[in-house]
């Protein structure tokens, strides 16, 4: 069975750092590329970032570079969101997404699940003093 499961949510202070995390089970994310979406409630789901497994390429939304990275662990099987600078505005119930790509494109986090993608049920982000 085909799996993504995030982990890592928790409610953080403004200015605050979190990690989540994406694993995959079920599959192994060679020649994947891999997202982080969000959606908070009243707005439409956004992309935030994803990453090209095969050449490591990362591409992140405007709204969060500079703050966020998004990284792969081969041995674990899982992708990394480390998120810094947090703002108010960046809570939402995050996602995580996954699609093959044999070729190895580059691709951006909006463009990537416009096929079709595997996932995630979301972990939710709160930030808030």
């Known amino acids: 069975q085909f799996q993504l499961v995030e982990s890592g949510g928790d409610l953080v202070q403004p200015g605050g750092s979190l990690r989540l995390s994406c694993a995959a089970s079920?599959?192994?994310?060679?020649?994947?590329?891999i997202g982080w979406f969000r959606q908070a409630p009243g707005k439409e789901r956004e992309g935030v970032s994803c990453i090209v497994s095969n050449s490591g390429s990362t591409h992140h939304a405007d709204s969060v570079k500079g703050r966020f990275t998004i990284s792969r662990d081969n041995a674990k099987n899982t992708v990394y969101l480390q998120m810094n600078s947090l703002k108010p505005e960046d809570t939402a119930v995050y996602y995580c997404?996954?699609?093959?790509?044999?070729?190895?494109?580059?691709?951006?986090?909006?463009?990537?699940?416009?096929?079709?993608?595997?996932w995630g049920q979301g972990t939710q982000v709160t930030v808030s003093s």
């Open positions: 997404a996954a699609r093959p790509n044999i070729d190895g494109r580059d691709t951006t986090v909006q463009q990537m699940c416009v096929a079709g993608c595997l």
């Open positions: 079920g599959f192994t994310l060679d020649y994947y590329v």
